[in-house]
């Protein structure tokens, strides 16, 4: 999005710069522990489903992923568990459940500009995953995703299977996110804030087009319009500030995150 800035005005949306890697590593692994709790309050959570990986800044290879069992809303920085390219744990005093693996390591290591990916069972994310069908560009928000987005049509359960890792990240593709036929919403960004924010802006447009289908109102922008548009509101820039004021309210309101 474009901002204006007056003269002499700092601008509050500044990205962060590192003088090593042990201060970018804090930094995303407590975005990551951010994005969790306001995963956790946007209701998220499905039992002990759902994920956001971080890849290591030193070791490429590497990603930090949520313990195995723990609510998002109960997520710490330092609860996060750092996994190899072999899915074993090489830091961290949790388990990590084998579809956070099979599923993330292959959609990373198939894209090297994606740092982060984010999947859960949101509701409106799984129900429009059943039609098996790409989001219209209803809404504005919803042109974030226009012609960036794709769908991996096949369920066969539990993603345990490495090699349906591999096929996800192949339907995935170039784009933002690919949608899991019967399952749910996959978001990547180059940053945890981008992938974060696209995976809560696509499951209300989710729900957004839902709403529409039900009431018969189904009236999408036309195609040069919604390409304008997610000139505009669909860069990993827009995801990242978007992310923002998110990331500014749920540290005010839970500090214990950045533990």
Same mark, same amino acid.
């Given at each position: 999005?474009?901002? /204006?800035l007056g003269k002499g005005v700092e =601008?509050? @949306?500044?990205?962060? !710069?590192f003088n090593n890697y042990e201060e970018e590593r804090q930094h995303?692994? *407590?975005?990551?522990a951010g994005a969790f709790r306001l995963f956790g309050q946007f209701g998220f959570s499905e039992g002990a489903a759902g994920h956001i990986t971080y890849r290591d800044p030193e070791r490429k290879d590497h990603l930090w992923v949520n313990p195995y069992g723990m609510h998002f809303n109960k997520i710490k920085a330092s609860d996060l568990v750092l996994v190899n390219s072999e899915g074993q744990v090489v830091e961290g005093k949790? &388990?990590? +459940?084998? &579809? %956070?693996? #099979?599923? +993330? &390591?292959?959609?990373h290591e198939a894209r090297e500009d994606v740092i982060a990916s984010a999947h859960a069972h949101s509701v409106y994310g799984k129900t429009w995953s /059943? #039609?098996?069908? @790409? @989001? =219209?560009?209803? !809404? *504005? =928000? %919803?042109?974030s995703?226009?012609?960036d987005h794709s769908i991996f049509d096949e369920y066969k359960g539990v993603a345990f299977d490495e090699e349906e890792g591999v096929r996800i990240g192949k339907a995935l593709g170039d784009n933002k996110a690919v949608i899991l036929r019967s399952h749910g919403l996959l978001t990547v960004g180059e940053s945890v804030d981008a992938a974060a924010f696209w995976f809560i802006t696509m499951e209300r447009s989710c729900q957004s087009q839902l709403l529409a289908e039900s009431a018969g109102i189904v009236? #999408? /922008? %036309?195609?040069e319009d919604a %390409? +304008?548009?997610a000139g505009q509101v669909g860069r990993e820039v827009d995801g990242w500030e978007s992310f923002q004021p998110m990331w500014e309210r749920i540290v005010s309101e839970q500090p214990d995150l950045l533990e």
């Open positions: 999005m474009e901002r /204006i =601008d509050y @949306l500044k990205k962060p !710069t995303n692994k *407590q975005k990551l949790y &388990s990590v +459940h084998k &579809s %956070a693996f #099979s599923i +993330h &390591s292959a959609v /059943i #039609s098996g069908k @790409l @989001l =219209d560009p209803l !809404t *504005q =928000d %919803a042109c995703f226009y012609n009236n #999408s /922008i %036309a195609p %390409a +304008h548009t």
